[in-house]
Every structure is written in structure tokens, then in C-alpha cells.
């Protein structure tokens, strides 16, 4: 689909699919589904590719690409924290991955209990 200039747009509408986007995303990457069997390899996708079809393609889709979708100066800073770096570990391991912070306007909001990450500094407050 990509190649012929489709826009590709990820979700996690349950039941069609896991509501865990790691998930969804280890599944465009290596092309197996939730139950392990392999399915149309040819059309597994980047993990760039599936990471934007979750976070920069549903900004544009909704119209909210100048305030959200990517990190940039003067955009909302709405981050999760992942447990590990999902670019490079194994693909087999990408389903694996949890948020352990989330970020919602430049604010700490929520915390995996028992994390041991240390979350980003907090801005001052006036």
C-alpha cells in the first residue's frame, strides 16, 4: 500500500486488533500475527514506518498535524516513556514493550508503578 502512496494509519481498535500498539506494531514488522502465524511477509513495513502510521499519520488525519503527531518546538509535548527502544531491540521483542511514563502537555501524568526510570525534569512553575 505504501508504495503506491496510500496513507497508512494505525490504531488499536479492540476487538479487530490489540489495544497494545506495540503489538500492532511488532505485527507490521515482522508480519506474524497475535497468534504466531506468519502473514503476508511481503508486506511487512519499517519500524519507522509503523511508528509514524500510530503517532505523525493520525495527527494529519484529524487535522491536528500543526500541534501533534511529531516532537518539535512549539508543538504539544504528549510522550510516552517506553520500557525499551523499540528501533533497536529484536523484532520478537517489540510486542514486549510497555510505556513506563506518560507525558501529557510537558507534564509528568502518569508513572508505571515501580518504575525505576527516572522521568524528564519537571518545568518550573510559576
Not at 479487530?16 to 506468519?38: E, K, M, Q, W
Not at 495527527?59 to 528501533?87: C, F, H, M, Y
Request: with cysteine; hydrophobic share 40%.
Amino acid at each position: 500500500m505504501l508504495d503506491s502512496g496510500a496513507t497508512l494509519c494505525f490504531g488499536s481498535d479492540w476487538p479487530v486488533v490489540s489495544l497494545n500498539p506495540f503489538a500492532g506494531i511488532a505485527t507490521a514488522v515482522d508480519a506474524r500475527t497475535l497468534d504466531g502465524r506468519i502473514w503476508f511477509p511481503e508486506q511487512s513495513i519499517t519500524r519507522e514506518q509503523a511508528l509514524r502510521a500510530y503517532t505523525v499519520t493520525p495527527a494529519l488525519l484529524v487535522g491536528r498535524e500543526k500541534d501533534a503527531g511529531t516532537l518539535e518546538p512549539g508543538k504539544l509535548a504528549d510522550i510516552a516513556i517506553l520500557s525499551q527502544d523499540v528501533l533497536s531491540i529484536d523484532a520478537g521483542r517489540i510486542a514486549a514493550t510497555t510505556a513506563t511514563h506518560t507525558i501529557v502537555g510537558g507534564q509528568l501524568v502518569w508513572q508505571l508503578p515501580g518504575s525505576t526510570a527516572s522521568p524528564p525534569p519537571q518545568p518550573a512553575r510559576d
